[in-house]
Structures are given as C-alpha cells and as structure tokens.
C-alpha cells in the first residue's frame, strides 16, 4: 500500500506512516490526503484522470456544497422549506446579490447586529461585525461591480446572546466522518473541543469589532495577550456537558446534544442529493456549532480541511488519535479489492468514532419489516 499527502501536517503523516505503508509523490498511490484545490483537479471533467478500484482520496469531488458558506445556507434553506425542522442557521443573505433583500430585513429589525464572512475563507479572515447600514455601503464602495463569485461574502445575523462559561463566548468544533452520501452513512467523533475567547463578552456597539470578544479562532485568539499556551483556550467537548449538566440539569444538555446531532443530519441530508458520491471518497467534516443561552444550537459553519495543526499536548493527542481512526475505518484491510463504502457492511462504532447514522441500515430494516396493517401509513420512520 502507498500514500500520499499535501500537507505535512504531524498527525497525518505520522498516521499513515504506521497504517498505509510506503510514501509516494507519485500517482501510484492507494491512499491520498489532498487538499480541496488538488481534488478540484483530479475530478475536473477536463483533467483525464480516473482512479482506480484501490484509490482512496479524503474529499468528495464537490464537498463545496456543504463547505462553502452560501452554498451551505442556500441548500440547507431549500431542504428545510419541505420540513417541519426548526432553522438551524441564523438569518443569511449572500452578498451582493441578496443585498435588497437584506435592506428590506435590516429596516424591520434596525437594532440588529449583523456579521459579514468572505463565502470561501476561513480561520476568521476578513470578518467583521457591522450594525449600521452605512458600514456595508462604505466597505462596499467600488468593489461589488467587480467581484467574482468566489469572493462574494455572506452576511447573517448575529447571535448577540451566546451561552458563557466565565463570561465568554465559545463555540464547538466536532469532527464528523462521512463515507458515502448513497447511502449517507455518519460517524461523529466522540472528543471534540471548545474553543474559548480569551476576552470576556461584551454586547456594546464600542467593542463589535473587537475579535478577542467575538470571534472563537485559534488562529486569532492566539494572538492575544491573555492566550494561555497550556490549554490553548480549549475545553473538551465532555467538560462542555458537564457544565451544562451542572447548570442547566441532565435532561437539558441531553436535549442540546441530541439537537446538534440533528443538526449534522439534517445539514447532510441537505447536500445529499447535490454531493457526487464517488466511492473512493470519505470527508472528515469540522462543524462549528455556537449555543445561544437559551441553550438552542445554530450550525455556524463546515470546513472540509479543519485544522490539523496542534497547539497543545493533549491536542496532538486528541487529532492523532482521530485520524487513526478515521484510517481505521476508511482504509480497508485489501485495499485491492476494494468496492467502496456501499458494500462494507453496517457502520459500527471505531475508536473513538460512534455511529450517527447508516441510511442502508435503515433501509435494511424497512425493507424486513413486515407491511402496515389497514388503516396504517406505509412510512413508519420518520426525520430524525
């Protein structure tokens, strides 16, 4: 078995060093961590290129859907118009095409704080926090007329009253697995973390575009003075619990997770049909998902390439042990008789990841179920 990568990061080289043999530069590799742009190029219907049976790469030829900011909003709004699901996702418009529609939903809330992300960044560049009308037009000037669609920004509304430990603000980064879209089948990481400001909030116009305050990136929060190098500004996922369960009581954070869990589901069920599912892809997903205080979850976002650079010691740990197993469950033993995720049999819980959700098992289980008596609906399964 080869490999080969893009990045160097630690605990991907490491993990494939000790689990798919030899390194390659070459194209007769068995296994590829690519980034998004090389993947762009391989799938390209220009490029000539088709893997073979015993290649295996880490996104899905158009992962974009999900993991690009206006095309999450827009697919999962279309998904959500034929459900009886709440939203998930804080009111958004695509700028500047929905600039209109914007103004028109500004002047009834004018109290509104708002917040503006370019649709294909990440790591916190280019975002600000605006309140005024006035502000987008004077960023604005001159630049729409020209700008191409992947530079074309997001603005939603802000969730101006996020759940605090100690008085800030924190977000959750969960790492989802997804091996095939026909049928979807999930798994989720079980030790994602918080990531903390190192400020403590504050709501007044003065501070809106004060970083340290609002934005939970450790690619930003790191330059802070107060960034404590010990635990990098993180909390493990488990320790949110607790303290919620300590809170607000067992039932409520039951219902908060089980709530995120849905939130996965669903914002996956919205690119289902729209993601090629090529069966030599898998995608390891990075959600961020902020907790307003009234303990309600909104997706803030999806990264196809979360970060995998490591900050402290218990987080190489933790981004080691995912990727062991995301290649134990990925990778499998013959590589050269490989048939894709379809034909792997039910998904079982890996390490550390657990089963969030097999479609084929479902239907599995449809389909051995005996048929509805008189009078009984024929779908017995319901939205999760």
Not at 138 to 162: D, Q, T
Not at 186 to 208: M, P, T, W
Not at 250 to 269: G, P
Request: aromatic share 12%.
């Amino acid at each position: 078995m080869r490999w080969k990568v893009d990045s160097e990061a630690g605990v991907v080289t490491q993990n494939l060093q000790r689990r798919c043999g030899s390194r390659t530069d070459g194209d007769d590799w068995n296994i590829y961590w690519a980034n998004v742009g090389t993947v762009k190029q391989i799938f390209h219907p220009e490029s000539g290129q088709r893997l073979t049976d015993s290649q295996l790469i880490n996104h899905f030829p158009n992962h974009y859907e999900l993991t690009r900011k206006d095309l999450m909003v827009k697919n999962i709004k279309r998904y959500l118009r034929d459900k009886e699901v709440p939203d998930f996702v804080p009111t958004t418009y695509m700028l500047p095409a929905d600039y209109s529609l914007f103004v028109e939903e500004f002047r009834k809330n004018p109290r509104a704080v708002w917040i503006m992300k370019p649709a294909n960044a990440a790591q916190g560049r280019g975002i600000f926090i605006i309140n005024k009308l006035a502000q987008i037009k004077r960023w604005s000037n001159g630049r729409w007329a020209s700008m191409p669609l992947k530079e074309a920004y997001v603005i939603s509304r802000y969730v101006e009253h996020p759940l605090l430990v100690g008085g800030k603000k924190f977000d959750l980064r969960l790492y989802v697995l997804v091996t095939s879209y026909r049928p979807l089948r999930v798994y989720q990481y079980a030790h994602g973390f918080a990531r903390f400001c190192n400020a403590k909030y504050n709501s007044q116009v003065s501070e809106l575009n004060n970083p340290f305050i609002h934005l939970t990136n450790v690619a930003i929060q790191k330059h802070n003075d107060d960034y404590n190098v010990n635990h990098g500004g993180k909390w493990n996922v488990q320790h949110v619990k607790l303290f919620i369960e300590a809170t607000w009581g067992f039932e409520a954070a039951r219902k908060l997770f089980d709530d995120i869990d849905k939130i996965i589901i669903h914002s996956l069920k919205a690119v289902q049909s729209t993601v090629i599912n090529d069966r030599h892809c898998f995608e390891c997903y990075g959600y961020d998902i902020l907790i307003d205080a009234n303990l309600k979850p909104w997706l803030v976002e999806v990264n196809a390439s979360p970060s995998l650079s490591t900050t402290t010691r218990s987080d190489r740990l933790m981004k080691m042990a995912l990727i062991r197993d995301v290649l134990q469950i990925v990778v499998p033993k013959d590589i050269h008789n490989f048939k894709g995720a379809f034909h792997l049999g039910p998904c079982e819980d890996t390490g550390a990841f657990l089963v969030l959700y097999d479609e084929a098992l479902e239907t599995q289980a449809y389909k051995q179920s005996p048929p509805p008596g008189p009078g009984v609906s024929s779908s017995s399964q319901q939205d999760p």
